[in-house]
């Protein structure tokens, strides 16, 4: 008769990768760079969270259900950045609010509930968590008492910890991404500095660009030729989007588009559509209207801040 294989087998995981990006921005961005602010650094953040997937599923073999990206917002307004990171696949952003301190309100909140809900609803077997804060410990004590296995990463601190005593004791298993990990995805802020006293005109921005010119309309016997927008108008309204959204999303969040003058895809889809609704009709047809609407935009952007073209410096 033979002996039956009593040794366990694996049983392949469901977890969640939970983010705040606060901690996670503010300890890579000292360790590496030495910033204290996020306005002096800038982050790949797409490339970032693939890199952060792929080690997550190198470390926890079994299914993804999700990344929870963790930030706060002027207002809960998404940043050009934000907007972006929510366009990503398996990449659900929650917003907390950001005072006129730049404190974070709200954000470890929504971090406690999302990990006792999935626990609670057993939507997860592990869930790897990336924070810092004591706040943390309630929650995943709760978590655990559902049977979800915490692992909890942080970032290498430059010295000391940055992380509570109490929420590296309570986890299952603790991780530290290094500096080198992190590096490639960290980058200081390029500083923008004003042009000569006779700015080139936002056309030359693009001048550089391969043209988007319309093709010359092939006229047929009868057919009556179907005139596009005007270069004025177009530019008018691509000045008046960019006006709005300073108004709405703040001088902060659009200081992140430059210095130009390519845009985000989302952002550039997000500035056709806005434009199609103020002229009343669509501008898909006309290639060369998409080039003075961005002209305009630019115009408008560029006077705000007071500057000419911009220019990167290192």
Wanted: proline share 7%; charged share 25%.
């Amino acid at each position: 008769m033979a002996i039956p294989d009593l040794t366990p087998h694996p049983v392949a995981a469901k977890y969640a990768v939970l983010v705040d990006v606060g901690y996670l921005y503010a300890a890579a961005g000292e360790v590496i760079l030495g910033a204290k602010e996020r306005k002096e650094y800038r982050v790949a953040a797409d490339e970032l969270i693939s890199a952060l997937k792929k080690h997550a599923m190198e470390r926890i073999p079994g299914e993804l259900l999700r990344i929870y990206w963790y930030d706060a917002a002027r207002d809960r307004v998404p940043t050009v950045d934000q907007r972006v990171i929510a366009q990503l696949s398996w990449v659900k952003v929650r917003l907390g609010n950001l005072n006129a301190r730049g404190q974070q309100k709200g954000v470890d909140a929504q971090i406690r509930s999302d990990l006792e809900a999935l626990a609670r609803h057993h939507a997860v077997s592990d869930t790897v968590l990336i924070a810092g804060d004591e706040d943390m410990v309630p929650a995943v004590e709760a978590a655990q008492t559902f049977g979800v296995r915490i692992h909890l990463w942080g970032v290498e601190p430059p010295y000391g910890t940055n992380q509570a005593e109490r929420l590296v004791w309570e986890s299952d298993t603790v991780e530290e991404l290094t500096a080198d990990f992190l590096r490639p995805y960290f980058s200081r802020a390029a500083q923008v500095v004003p042009a000569a006293p006779s700015p080139p005109s936002p056309a030359q921005v693009f001048a550089g660009r391969t043209a988007l010119s319309a093709k010359p309309a092939v006229r047929h016997p009868g057919q009556v030729t179907k005139l596009g927008p005007s270069r004025p108008r177009v530019e008018e309204v691509g000045e008046h989007v960019a006006q709005k959204w300073i108004l709405t999303r703040g001088r902060d969040n659009i200081r992140d588009l430059l210095p130009g003058p390519l845009l985000p895809t989302v952002i550039d889809t997000e500035l056709l559509i806005e434009a199609e609704k103020e002229l009343g009709h669509s501008l898909r047809p006309y290639p060369e209207a998409r080039v003075w609407l961005r002209d305009g935009f630019w115009a408008r952007v560029y006077r705000e801040f007071d500057l000419g073209v911009g220019i990167s410096t290192k």
